[in-house]
Structures are given as structure tokens and as C-alpha cells.
């Protein structure tokens, strides 16, 4: 408890009666029993605080009781102790060992025997073969070449800006029947209301003919058109199809010459066979 004469934290005795408290070094009344309880949440109101102060409000491990004690970690860098580290330990020395190499001695040519030349002959002549033959196919071989359509380039548009100036004269006809249908109609109908409308009695019935005939005019022309119109489009469409299956049939052809080449090519860039030079080889080797 906290004794007020000697500004410290003292032991406390509790009197004969256990209702009052003296300090246990200069004997001053500390207070009653239950003043000391409340001093006990005081004292824990001051732990409080220090561990606040000392950044520990999130210690998720709680208060420490009073047992406990934590180690106080050091706030500045000059209290760490400096780390001492292990002296590297002196390498002996090794000195260098020169390796001396014993050269065999040459064979005089006389010591030399007949096989080893012809040995050393064999393995010269085979590169020499190899070589040849390497070069053979280098020069047999090529590269496949694509066959080329040699044909003059016509965007698709032009041709069917031709096939559209192409003249339909029946269209034409079919135009100036129903242009001078109409005419007529309205020539055979002025008369006829003329003729009702107090003009002369005969220009009725001549404008119910004149009429007549206009309508028959105008008919006969609207169906000339009509049959022009459907008469320019197949022929335009059956134009189109037809330049469109030329155009297949020559894609097909230049794909199938080019397969042929191909093939051509294969059978005639493949190695010669070295069967031959086997047997002179090995003629050679027992010579």
C-alpha cells in the first residue's frame, strides 16, 4: 500500500481488531480494511496505466498477474548489446602440386605395323565418302515451290458493274408502252368528259375508245417490265454462278498440280542408295 510519510509502496499490518491498517515501517494508520480494497483497484487502475504507457493497450494475452513479471525490451538501439561474431578461423596453406606428365616415347616407323595404316587410312576415306554424299543431297534436295496462278487480277465489283451496263432493250420497250398507255388514257378521257360536258356528243364514245386503249397500253407495258426486270436478273444470276464455278474448277486444278509436284519433288530429292559403296569399302579394308 501506499504509505503518505514514506512516499512509497510499504507492507501493511492489520490491527488487533482487523479494522484499521498501519504502515509495517513507521507504524502510520494507513486506513481501514475496506479503504484498502479500494486501494487494490487503485493499484490496478495504475498497472493500467503503465502498460499504456508502455504500448501494451492490445496485448491479447490480458493482464499479467501478480507473479508474472515481463521482460522489459529495450527502447533504443544503443542499450542492445553489441553482437560479437566468431573470428573466421586461419586457413593452412596449401601449396600447388604440379603434376608432371610422362610423355610415352614416339614409335620409330620401323616398330609401326602394317594394320595401323591401313586403319588410319580407313576412317579418311569414309569422311571423304560421307562428304560426297552429303553433297549429293544438298544438291538433290530443294525446297517445295507453290505453283502460281498467272492470271490477271479483276476485282469482283468491276464485274458486276459489266454485268449491270449490259443493255436490256426489252426494259426499254416495256417503259415507252407504259408511258404511252398513260398518254392515251388521259387523251380518252379528256374527250370523254368534254363530250358530257357540253361538247360534242361524238368525243364521248371516241374517248371511251381512246381510253380503252391507253389501259391495254398501260398493261401491256407494265408487264413488259416486269418480265424484262425478272429476264436481267437470271441471267445476271446465272452469269455469276457460272464464273464462280470456272473459278473452283481452276483452284481445284492448281491444287491438284501442285500435289503432283510435290510428289515429284519427294521421289526425286531422296538420297541414292550407298549399297555400291559398301562393298568397296570393305574390299579395302581386306586388301
Not at 544503443?78 to 614416339?106: G, M, N, T
Not at 425478272?230 to 455469276?240: A, C, I, Q
Request: net charge negative; charged share 20%.
Amino acid at each position: 500500500m501506499w504509505c503518505t510519510s514514506c512516499q512509497s509502496e510499504v507492507a501493511a499490518e492489520v490491527s488487533t481488531d482487523s479494522k484499521r491498517i498501519h504502515c509495517a515501517i513507521c507504524g502510520n494508520d494507513l486506513g481501514t480494511t475496506s479503504a484498502a480494497r479500494m486501494s487494490d483497484k487503485t493499484k490496478e487502475a495504475r498497472e493500467l496505466l503503465a502498460r499504456w504507457s508502455n504500448h501494451d493497450v492490445l496485448d491479447p494475452y490480458g493482464p499479467l498477474s501478480k507473479s508474472e513479471t515481463r521482460p522489459q525490451v529495450a527502447t533504443s538501439l544503443f542499450d542492445q548489446p553489441e553482437k560479437q561474431y566468431p573470428k573466421p578461423a586461419p586457413q593452412p596453406s596449401v601449396e600447388p602440386q604440379v603434376e608432371q606428365h610422362i610423355e610415352p616415347p614416339l614409335p620409330t616407323p620401323e616398330s609401326i605395323p602394317v594394320d595401323s595404316y591401313e586403319q588410319s587410312s580407313d576412317p579418311a576415306e569414309e569422311t571423304m565418302h560421307h562428304d560426297s554424299l552429303e553433297n549429293e543431297e544438298s544438291v538433290a534436295y530443294q525446297p517445295p515451290r507453290v505453283p502460281q496462278l498467272h492470271s490477271e487480277y479483276r476485282d469482283i465489283q468491276d464485274l458486276i458493274e459489266e454485268d449491270d451496263q449490259s443493255p436490256n432493250w426489252l426494259g426499254l420497250v416495256g417503259q415507252l408502252m407504259a408511258y404511252g398507255g398513260v398518254a392515251v388514257l388521259t387523251i380518252g378521257t379528256t374527250l370523254v368528259l368534254w363530250g358530257y360536258y357540253g361538247g360534242p356528243a361524238n368525243y364521248a364514245s371516241t374517248g371511251w375508245l381512246i381510253s380503252t386503249a391507253g389501259q391495254m397500253l398501260l398493261f401491256l407495258g407494265v408487264i413488259t417490265l416486269v418480265s424484262a426486270g425478272m429476264e436481267h436478273t437470271s441471267t445476271s444470276v446465272s452469269r455469276r454462278i457460272d464464273r464462280l464455278g470456272q473459278r473452283i474448277f481452276l483452284f481445284e486444278q492448281a491444287m491438284l498440280e501442285q500435289q503432283e509436284s510435290q510428289k515429284k519433288r519427294q521421289t526425286t530429292s531422296r538420297p541414292p542408295q550407298t549399297s555400291a559403296s559398301v562393298p568397296e569399302a570393305a574390299s579395302r579394308k581386306s586388301a
